[in-house]
């Protein structure tokens, strides 16, 4: 007997292909688990808190003081520096690799005295890419420093965004470590999640241009 067409079962199949992308469920199996690879913690964290938006070349001559994930930083519109201290691990030669970061708030990666990335849970970008592929004479250990500002990407509102800002607003450190990086798994995600879009009601198989 031949088999149904994925057509007969339009929804159990969306549903499969979602939990499949999902960032929320099944992430121990599904695809996006599968996005980082081996994965180490910083060598060294530290941290200091100002009320000031200060340069670069100020804020890194301020006193760093010890940091790990978990810590608490704020308040509302306070400025959180942290200075990054890494080793990438001599076995991870010819992969990419990336700092994965999370925390509260709207960081900015600065590397050899200049801006490079932003980083923020928001926006889903919580990685920055340190190599494309390691090479054997590349250096292993370096530097970075992520300025956090304590704040939303929209502003601070308590409890909604259109609300007043909270001014004892606290905000949290939760991921800092390195990751082995699978392009060719985020490159098939992102084609799937393209393709989810396509098939979602409003562009069904009756429904196409």
Same mark, same amino acid.
């Given at each position: 007997?031949?088999?149904a067409?994925?057509? =007969?079962?339009?929804?159990?199949?969306?549903?499969? %292909?979602? =939990?499949?992308?999902?960032?929320?469920?099944?992430?121990?199996?599904?695809?996006?688990?599968?996005?980082?690879?081996?994965s180490?913690?910083?060598?060294?964290?530290?941290?200091?808190?100002t009320?000031?938006?200060?340069?670069?070349?100020?804020? %890194?001559?301020?006193?760093?003081?010890?940091a790990?994930?978990?810590?608490?930083?704020?308040?509302?519109?306070?400025?959180c520096?942290?200075? %990054?201290?890494?080793t990438?691990?001599?076995?991870?030669?010819?992969?990419?690799?990336?700092?994965?970061?999370?925390?509260d708030?709207?960081?900015?990666?600065?590397?050899?005295?200049?801006?490079?990335?932003?980083?923020?849970?928001?926006?889903?970008?919580?990685?920055? %890419?340190?190599?494309?592929?390691?090479?054997?004479?590349?250096?292993?250990?370096?530097?970075?420093?992520?300025?956090?500002?304590?704040?939303?990407?929209?502003g601070?509102?308590?409890?909604?965004?259109?609300?007043a800002?909270d001014?004892?607003?606290?905000?949290?450190l939760?991921?800092?470590?390195?990751?082995v990086?699978?392009?060719?798994?985020?490159?098939?995600?992102?084609?799937?999640?393209?393709?989810?879009?396509?098939?979602?009601?409003?562009?069904?198989?009756? =429904?196409?241009?």
């Amino acid at each position: 007997m031949a088999a149904a067409p994925a057509l =007969k079962h339009w929804r159990t199949t969306l549903e499969r %292909v979602e =939990k499949f992308v999902s960032p929320l469920y099944f992430t121990d199996c599904n695809l996006r688990g599968r996005l980082f690879g081996a994965s180490c913690p910083v060598a060294v964290l530290s941290s200091f808190l100002t009320p000031e938006r200060l340069p670069y070349q100020e804020a %890194v001559q301020r006193d760093f003081r010890p940091a790990q994930v978990g810590d608490s930083f704020g308040p509302t519109w306070w400025t959180c520096w942290f200075r %990054v201290e890494l080793t990438i691990p001599e076995a991870w030669v010819g992969q990419e690799v990336h700092l994965c970061w999370e925390s509260d708030g709207e960081g900015l990666v600065w590397r050899d005295g200049e801006p490079v990335q932003g980083l923020t849970k928001e926006g889903e970008k919580t990685s920055y %890419v340190l190599t494309d592929r390691l090479g054997e004479r590349d250096p292993r250990s370096l530097t970075l420093y992520v300025e956090v500002a304590c704040n939303g990407l929209l502003g601070a509102g308590k409890g909604s965004m259109i609300a007043a800002p909270d001014p004892e607003k606290m905000f949290q450190l939760s991921r800092a470590e390195l990751a082995v990086f699978h392009r060719d798994v985020h490159m098939l995600l992102v084609d799937l999640e393209l393709l989810l879009g396509i098939a979602k009601p409003g562009f069904g198989p009756s =429904k196409r241009l």
